[in-house]
């Protein structure tokens, strides 16, 4: 069962459910093409097997650490708006939990890059009575975020 379920009080309703983007995919991708990339020249320009493999082996790790490493942060991450909280959860076992009370929040910035824009991505910053959250990104669909923070 999702977290924010167990955490619904009575009398509120989810508005929206965010997730983490999927760009978070993009480095390991970039570490395996690099990993391809290198086993290749390596082959081309005569170094030995051993060597080759050693290198393209290593980035091959690291691809796939990476990947794990976004794959767990989508998994595990839940952003849900409801009519009356923001709630961003992170984690599984060693859970890390963010709340605030819609009534509570002065602004929500979104940053977007060039990229990001295309992608429908970006970090938001919720500013609240008292302080601010840190940036959490890249979620999808930034603006619904925060048009369902300011309908709430």
Sequence with gaps: MAYYK???RPGENVVFL???HW????????????????ATIASSLGMPSGGAAALSS???LIALYS???AWWLRWTTEIVVTNKRVLLKL?????????INLTKIETVDIRQSIADRLLNAGSVIIV?????WEPFGPIAEPLRFRNAIAVG
Excluded: D
Excluded at 25 to 36: G, H, K
Excluded at 128 to 132: A, L, P, Q, T
């Design 6 to 8: 167990k955490v619904l």
């Design 18 to 20: 965010g997730r983490i």
């Design 23 to 38: 760009k978070v995919y993009l480095r390991p991708v970039s570490v395996a093409v690099l990993a391809m990339f290198v």
């Design 58 to 60: 290593a980035f091959w």
């Design 67 to 69: 990947f794990l490493a």
């Design 91 to 99: 984690n599984w076992i060693a859970i890390k939990t963010r709340e």
């Design 128 to 132: 609240g009575i008292g302080g601010s």
